[in-house]
């Protein structure tokens, strides 16, 4: 990494060889900084407080029987308490993973079981579900609830804290190896059951160290807990990232409200999926337009001057006055409502973010920039230097990351972020890692002449159409939700067919907006998909879209899907990405009926 160049880089904890160190050293060096807290600071805990609650739990997680190597299940919503437990678990030397809260038993007692579990604790809020599980989880010994016993079988929270006053940590934490198992990550299964990803303690670390050396966070760095703790996005970013460079984290227990937080928290670094900046796009670009044509003229300005400098060509004077005076007259402004005027990077990763979004981010200010990763890298991978963005690609790969093409342009990565194997599938880590160590990524990628790596599209979800034409359903998808915010998600529909069409979503804030702008209120998602006036709004964004893609990629026909498509649905994964087969045999009838001719 060379020499630190931030405060954060300087830190003991940096150099630690376990996460488990780093978080002594962090409680040693920052006691009195607030390590974690809800908005209001209902629940507010220092880094102090926090590991003497984590120690606590620990010793009473220790009396039930928890000791290294065993796995302990974690199904809790963004909260301080969340952050108690994970690292309660971890100080014993044990594996803390987490279940994706919207899971059905049958998919809680899949990875439960497949990870051997033997202790789960929970919130009251999912005890019904995770309860109807456990009749097939003989392994699960002890069931603790956060908010108190509920019944025979249950465990009280209260009654674990706290259980062992005489217990010592050091021996515990101090016993952990950097290969020892620091979580699961259980992918979303888009194509079969959740693979668990086995990440170690080296991994993590190897992530930590790399994520900073690119994005370089300053000492005292916020950031907002608001993803599903079980998506690795959430684990490093909001989890693992905080405890090494002793950042502050204030959680968010629902997603949707994520917007309301950012200008309470004014995160340092915030990264989020894209559809959060596409709303936030849609909302303040309709609030400069009705600001009259000079708002809209230096909105135009600052664009094409984004646009000038990423092709490295010259910014002419009126356009960067013209800029400029957007900025002092709204701009600032704006980064301010939003709560991103005092972020030094801006993240957006998990699906292709449209061109015309990073654009008017950067216009405004606001230096987004995608970046690459999955759970098998610790979410990380590639990431474009907030100094050195290139719209349209992930970044340069980390520091301590290898990458390379195969011959068909599949993604291959190598390096000490890159996990050992999936828990309990030999063939499939061997299919995924090879003999030279490259983890086959699934992802057909490029690589420009400075390294940049530009991702064109999932190797198993590339189209290949009737007449033998390659396409990205990704990079089609993205540029239609760009055109227009009507539309809320879409899934295009082309591979061994003679055209493109899509199922389309209407945008559940922004469609209802539309339609009382058109006299049409009090009706839900699934009665609008029948007004033919939203029909027509979502042709418009269609034909916008398509203005902006080859012939062979534009989508002749559409389908508006009724009602909404929710994470952890039949649609989308926990993470919001698509499933494309079961989606594929649900509307299997409404696809075929844009191929009747």
Not at 304 to 325: I, Q, S, Y
Request: net charge negative.
């Amino acid at each position: 990494m060379g020499e630190p160049t931030t405060a954060a880089a300087a830190r003991r904890s940096v150099g630690a060889a376990t996460m488990t160190e780093a978080f002594r050293l962090t409680v040693e060096d920052d006691p009195d900084r607030v390590a974690v807290r809800t908005k209001d600071d209902e629940l507010s805990l220092t880094w102090g407080e926090l590991g003497a609650r984590a120690d606590a739990l620990a010793g009473g997680l220790a009396k039930l029987g928890v000791e290294r190597g065993d796995t302990v299940a974690l199904m809790l919503a963004n909260r301080p308490e969340f952050f108690v437990a994970d690292l309660a678990v971890m100080t014993l030397g044990a594996t803390p993973f987490s279940v994706y809260p919207q899971f059905t038993p049958q998919q809680i007692a899949y990875v439960v079981g497949d990870a051997e579990a033997k202790v789960a604790i929970v919130e009251a809020a999912f005890l019904g579900t995770f309860a109807a599980a456990r009749a097939e989880l003989p392994a699960l010994e002890t069931l603790i609830v956060l908010e108190g016993g509920a019944g025979e079988g249950t465990t009280d929270w209260a009654d674990v804290e706290g259980a062992d006053p005489g217990f010592d940590p050091t021996p515990h934490w101090q016993a952990v190896q950097p290969e020892d198992l620091l979580t699961l990550i259980y992918t979303s299964g888009t194509t079969g059951p959740p693979k668990g990803v086995q990440l170690t303690h080296r991994n993590v670390m190897a992530g930590a160290r790399a994520a900073d050396a690119i994005i370089r966070f300053p000492d005292g760095s916020r950031v907002i807990s608001w993803l599903p703790a079980a998506h690795i996005a959430e684990r490093m970013a909001h989890l693992y990232l905080p405890v090494v460079f002793g950042m502050t984290v204030t959680t968010c227990p629902v997603m949707r409200e994520i917007v309301a937080y950012l200008p309470a928290v004014r995160p340092t670094w915030f990264f989020a999926v894209p559809r959060i900046f596409e709303k936030l796009k849609a909302a303040f670009e309709g609030a400069i337009t009705a600001k009259g044509e000079e708002a809209v003229a230096q909105l135009e300005a600052a664009r094409r001057k984004v646009e000038l400098e990423m092709a490295g060509e010259p910014v002419p004077d009126d356009v960067a006055r013209l800029a400029a005076e957007g900025d002092a007259a709204q701009f600032r402004e704006i980064r301010g409502w939003i709560g991103l005027d005092e972020a030094i990077s801006v993240n957006a990763g998990a699906a292709p973010t449209p061109r015309d979004v990073l654009v008017f981010f950067h216009a405004i200010g606001v230096p987004l920039a995608e970046l690459w990763g999955m759970s098998e890298t610790c979410g990380l991978g590639a990431v474009n230097p907030p100094e050195a963005v290139k719209i349209g690609t992930v970044g340069p790969p980390c520091p301590g990351v290898e990458v390379r093409l195969a011959d068909d342009g599949e993604l291959l990565v190598r390096g000490d972020m890159v996990m050992p194997g999936y828990r309990n599938q030999p063939k499939l880590t061997a299919e995924a890692i090879d003999a030279d160590g490259w983890l086959h990524t699934g992802d057909i990628a490029r690589i420009d002449d400075d390294g940049y790596v530009a991702i064109v599209d999932r190797k198993k979800e590339i189209i290949i159409n009737a007449a033998g034409k390659n396409m990205s359903p990704a990079n089609i998808e993205s540029t239609l939700k760009g055109a227009g915010p009507v539309i809320g998600q879409i899934c295009v529909i082309g591979d061994g067919r003679p055209y493109n069409t899509a199922l389309v979503v209407l945008d559940a804030d922004f469609a209802p907006a539309l339609a009382a702008g058109m006299g049409i209120e009090g009706k839900t998602l699934t009665e609008l998909a029948d007004e033919e006036r939203m029909v027509a709004a979502v042709q418009e964004a269609v034909d916008k879209g398509n203005g902006e893609l080859a012939r062979v990629e534009q989508i002749k026909k559409f389908t508006l899907v009724r009602g909404d498509w929710l994470p952890g649905g039949d649609e989308l994964t926990p993470t919001m990405k698509l499933k494309r087969k079961p989606i594929a045999e649900k509307y299997g009838t409404e696809i075929e009926a844009m191929y009747v001719r």
